[in-house]
């Protein structure tokens, strides 16, 4: 029951380049806030608390679009204003936060066992490995992968702008089937915004759903309370 009631009282806030969207635990509908190059850590704090000042939360998990080194944002996120790296959000909420990397908190929402690989398509290319209930935040993303220009240059929405949508699907299933092969997955879980771009999926693959992420982000303080 404590577990439950832990996690009955969390506020999820998903971090992205164009929306931010919070969900607390109970309510149906998430609420959604633009965002953008403006917005910095601190501006999205007040919004946040605006946009669910009627709902009831005692604390906080941020799906954060960057690296996470042991709970803080590592650097400013790309499409995203600045002031991100190093902030107080516990201070600045008033509550307990918890700060996870955006794909492994949609990772930790999707898994159901075994050794899964999550792939998110959206801004750029957001990745995570679950092995056996150990979740491992990744940075794929951003390694080279041929033409000297790196795995999202090809899968993220530039590559998409660039390529049009017959040929990034294409290069969606190469990378996918050399990642999935590469770490050993069993499963692969391809998510994101622009995953519903997509007409076919590689062999043992699904496809994941953005309210995953919401999972994911009440999860991380059940498997803490565990």
Not at 58 to 64: H, N
Request: charge should be positive; include cysteine; charged fraction near 25%.
């Amino acid at each position: 029951m404590k577990e439950k009631e832990r996690a009955g009282a969390v506020l999820v806030v998903d971090v992205g380049g164009t929306h931010i969207k919070i969900l607390a635990a109970g309510m149906k509908e998430p609420r959604k806030i633009p965002s953008g190059p403006d917005m910095t850590a601190r501006r999205m704090v007040g919004l946040v608390k605006r946009a669910a000042k009627d709902w009831k939360y005692d604390r906080v998990t941020i799906g954060f679009p960057g690296p996470v080194v042991k709970g803080v944002s590592f650097s400013d996120p790309v499409n995203l204003g600045r002031g991100w790296k190093g902030f107080d959000f516990r201070k600045a909420f008033g509550c307990p936060v918890r700060v996870i990397n955006d794909a492994a908190m949609q990772a930790l929402g999707s898994y159901h066992g075994g050794r899964m690989l999550f792939l998110g398509l959206g801004t750029g290319m957001g990745s995570a490995l679950i092995a056996d209930g150990v979740l491992q935040p990744l940075e794929l993303g951003q390694l080279p992968y041929k033409n000297g220009r790196s795995y999202e240059d090809y899968v993220g929405r530039k590559g998409l702008d660039k390529l049009g949508k017959k040929r990034w699907r294409k290069e969606v299933l190469k990378v996918a089937a050399l990642l999935k092969f590469g770490l050993q997955a069993e499963e692969l879980v391809i998510g994101g915004g622009n995953a519903k771009k997509l007409k076919e999926l590689p062999p043992g693959a699904r496809l994941g759903h953005n309210r995953n992420a919401f999972a994911g982000g009440l999860r991380l303080w059940v498997e803490e309370a565990e």
